[in-house]
Structures are given as C-alpha cells and as structure tokens.
C-alpha cells in the first residue's frame, strides 16, 4: 500500500466515528480537520466530495459492526445456536465504532435523501439479512430448523427488533431493551424455529 | 388564542416535516424560511433559538404520531386486542408527518448530543411504553393478560421491533419489515400473552 493509499485509509478510519455521531450534516470539516489533523486540502485530496468520504467511512463502519457481529459464527456448528450468538453479539458486541449502529444511524439520517449514502445502507442490510437467510435455508436443509419457517421474514424480525432496541438503548443509556428483545428471540428460536429433534 | 400565538403554531406546524425529514443539523434556516413564508426575524420573534423551535416541532410531530397511533384504542375493550390494534395502528398509520417516525428520527439524530431534543424524545418514549404498561396492568387484572408478563419487557419489545421495521421499510420503501413484525407479534400475543379462558 502505497503512502497516499495509508493516508487516504488514515481519513476513511477517523472520519467514520465522526459520521457515524453527528450524521452527514452535522459532520463539520472543522470535525474532520480536527480528527484526520489535516487540513482540508489534505482531506480532499483524496476524495472528490464529503459524499464519497461520508459513503467509504460508512462502508468502513458497516464492515467493522457487521464484523464484531459475525466473526465468531462459523464456529458455532447448530443453525439455531448461531442464529442465538448472532443476537447475544448484537447485545454485546456494540460500540466497534462510536456512535450506535451505522446501518440504524445512516438509513435514519439519509432515508428522506442522500441517495448515494442510502443506497450503501441498503447494500448493508441486504448484506446482513442475506447472510440471515443463508444460516436459516442451511438448517432448514440440516433438519435443524422448521421447513415453515419464512426465512427472509425471521431475519426482518430479528434484524428489527435488534436495531430498535439499539435504538431505545442509546436513548436511555441502558441495556434493558437490548436485553428483552435476546430474551424473548432466544425464547421464540427455540419454541417455534427449532426442529426437535427425532 | 391571540394573533401572535397562532402565527407561532403555524411556524410549529410547518417547521415539523423539515427537522422530521432532514434532522436538526440538516433543517436549514433556508428551508425553514421557505415552509413557513416567513423572514428569518419573523420566525425567531416566536423562538428563542433553533434548537427551542426544534423542540417544540418534535413535540407537536410526536403528537400526531403518537395520535395516529392510539386514538382508536380506548374502543377495543379487550386488553389484548388492544395491543394488537396499536400494532396495527403502528403499521397502518404511517406519515402523520412526513418523514417517519419522529421518535426513532430524534432519537438517532440526538443520541450523541443535542440533550435538549434529547431529553424530548426520551419523555415521549417513556410516554409511549407508559401507556403500553398500563394497558398490560388492565389485562392483567382483567385475567385477559398471564400475570407472568413483565409489562416493561413486552412494552419495549413492541416498540423496539416496531421502530427497527420502520427503519427497514422507510430504507427499502417497502413495509415487508413492519408486516412480518405484525405478524409475529399477534402470533406471540395470542400464544403466549392471552390468558385462556377458564
């Protein structure tokens, strides 16, 4: 990597918890300036507007929490048990970049515009349901879940539920809501998603 | 109510979609000038600054929203037909004013600051599970609701996973997210939250 690509990545890394907190419009340059301890030309150098710094720092968030939240998945050989570790890392793996969830922050701040912004938050949600789905359709084929179950539509659930109660939990400085939504997913996966056993 | 007092209601009224769809750093004085047809010095005679004008738009947009969402509900005389309405209502009667759900919009935009605004959307959230806890209370009493239920619990849990399929709606301009929530939601109510009939 060369020393304007270090740079450049250098920006994308500071920026992001900057966007991720204030949101595109109240990300000052003086914010950036003061984070980055570049200069705006400095800054700008390397992107061609606050829109494409703003849309690679998102990218760069998303893969940080969405990271935190799958990394350890693959180690967990039942569907179901991974479904549950998937809720308990949204539960306690918060905070990879500060400022609450980038995918809840950026869909709420861009949702009535910004549309090159709004369209990376879509990706990322696609993105995070799509691999939703594929653990459900693999237990689903491993016996491990119902055949019934609507795959596209649990994963809406839970990745509803989870981004609300990260939203009261940030509102409230408390874990309460976060807490209830696990209890009662990890309550509903094992009643009505697991296939019992024969 | 006096001149004065109702040009102030109107500068509340039309300021309300503009920091609903754009946030507070992004409603600019330009668009605020624009919605109300009023000079800069003719909205801020009735305000003291923009974050009170700010505050007191959150207030009146949660209102209509709040409004939307429970004015039908003292006709459901069944406590547990009473959430799933307000489920309903929650997914029926969107847009009271443009731009989503104040609650979830106020609460991201100002979770990192602005403790004025702050302080509005966590009042109007306490509001809101108040109310959900009070209607569980009745069922309860009423033998209609198991005496198990923790009533905050299941009151952040409505809202959480309401909020978070708003967000998933709004982002992918589809109610997919705020119909399966419903779904699970009254499929939960009628298994779990109903007290049978002796």
Redesign the interface.
């Given at each position: 990597m060369g020393k304007g690509e270090q740079t450049r990545q250098e920006i994308i890394r500071k920026a992001a918890p900057i966007f991720n907190?204030?949101?595109?419009?109240?990300a000052a340059l003086s914010d950036l300036m003061k984070a980055t301890g570049l200069e705006k030309g400095g800054i700008y150098r390397h992107f061609e507007s606050k829109q494409q710094l703003a849309a690679e720092a998102f990218d760069y968030a998303w893969q940080e929490t969405l990271g935190a939240r799958i990394h350890d998945l693959d180690a967990v050989l039942n569907t179901v048990d991974r479904l549950k570790r998937l809720v308990a890392n949204f539960v306690e793996r918060r905070g990879a970049i500060?400022?609450?969830c980038p995918l809840?922050?950026t869909?709420?701040?861009t949702?009535?515009?910004n549309s090159v912004l709004?369209l990376r938050?879509?990706k990322a949600?696609h993105g995070l349901r799509s691999y939703i789905v594929l653990v459900i359709h693999a237990g689903i084929k491993a016996q491990e879940i119902r055949p019934s179950i609507d795959a596209?539509?649990?994963a809406?659930?839970i990745?509803?539920?989870?981004?609300?109660?990260?939203?009261?939990c940030?509102?409230?400085r408390s874990d309460?809501?976060l807490r209830?939504?696990e209890?009662?997913l990890d309550s509903?996966f094992e009643r009505e998603v697991r296939l019992p056993a024969k």
């Open positions: 907190q204030r949101g595109y419009d109240g500060p400022g609450g809840l922050n869909a709420v701040d949702d009535d515009g709004r938050a879509r949600l596209k539509k649990l809406s659930l990745i509803s539920s989870l981004e609300g109660a990260i939203m009261l940030r509102l409230e309460e809501a209830a939504v209890t009662h509903y």
